[in-house]
């Protein structure tokens, strides 16, 4: 079965300093990544995406991913983190196999940026 | 700039009620998916249509909830009867169609409260 994991419930890091909010996945064929973010009582926010090609994908506001096929992973990064970048984050796997190309979502990681 | 509309924002229900919710997908989407979302958890697919039809309902707990996009336009989710764990975020998203790769498009979501 086609899944994400965050495995990180919070992260904590200093304005100015980098930041990384990580993702594993685990799928049967290609796998077609996403980031999202959520602002409170908002719905998501698309960031980014990778579907084939270079393996550092950049994004909105100034974020980037990086896949790694042989770690499984698409973890989202951000040379230098802002205050206004404390929200939930979610990774995504579009499902490829079952025929339904339906987006499976992980738990989420809250990011807290401090001042 | 284009946006998924949803209503109403906010619903506060008692047990047994029944409820309804609305989305208004971005024009010319023709995929449309119905999540629902608990409080620090990633969204779960409930219903996804492609146009009219239903590609996606398995997860959807069909003795209560109904969904439909009679036009494949806009589209209906209901409620009946609520229960106390119905209590979530109601999120309508959008996409350009199933054969594409493309990100998600989220309304801002219905935050339901059963009492």
């Known amino acids: 079965a086609q899944s994400v994991a965050q495995p990180e419930d919070q992260v904590n890091v200093a304005e100015g300093n980098p930041l990384t909010v990580k993702c594993t996945y685990s799928v049967s064929g290609n796998p077609y990544l996403f980031w999202y973010v959520q602002y409170p009582n908002r719905g998501l926010q698309f960031l980014l995406k990778?579907?084939?090609?270079?393996?550092l994908v950049k994004g909105s506001y100034g974020f980037e991913a990086e896949f790694n096929k042989s770690q499984t992973s698409f973890h989202l990064k951000k040379p230098s983190a802002l205050v206004s970048d404390s929200a939930l984050y979610f990774c995504?796997?579009?499902?490829?196999?079952?025929?339904?190309?339906?987006?499976?979502f992980g738990t989420g990681t809250r990011l807290k940026v401090l001042a | 700039e284009a946006e998924v509309a949803q209503s109403p924002r906010y619903k506060i229900t008692e047990k047994s009620q029944a409820v309804a919710f609305w989305c208004d997908p971005i024009s010319g989407h023709a995929t449309l998916y119905w999540y629902r979302q608990i409080l620090g958890q990633g969204p779960e697919l409930l219903v996804q249509?492609?146009?009219?039809?239903?590609?996606?309902d398995s997860q959807l707990p069909k003795d209560r909830f109904s969904a439909e996009r009679l036009k494949g336009v806009d589209s209906t989710l209901k409620i009946q009867p609520a229960e106390l764990g119905d209590s979530a975020m109601y999120l309508c998203?959008?996409?350009?169609?199933?054969?594409?790769?493309?990100?998600?498009?989220f309304g801002p979501g219905t935050r339901l409260t059963v009492l």
């Open positions: 990778y579907i084939t090609g270079d393996n």
């Open positions: 995504a796997v579009r499902d490829s196999v079952s025929g339904t190309y339906k987006y499976i």
């Open positions: 249509f492609q146009d009219e039809s239903v590609v996606d």
């Open positions: 998203a959008s996409s350009l169609g199933l054969e594409r790769i493309n990100e998600q498009f």
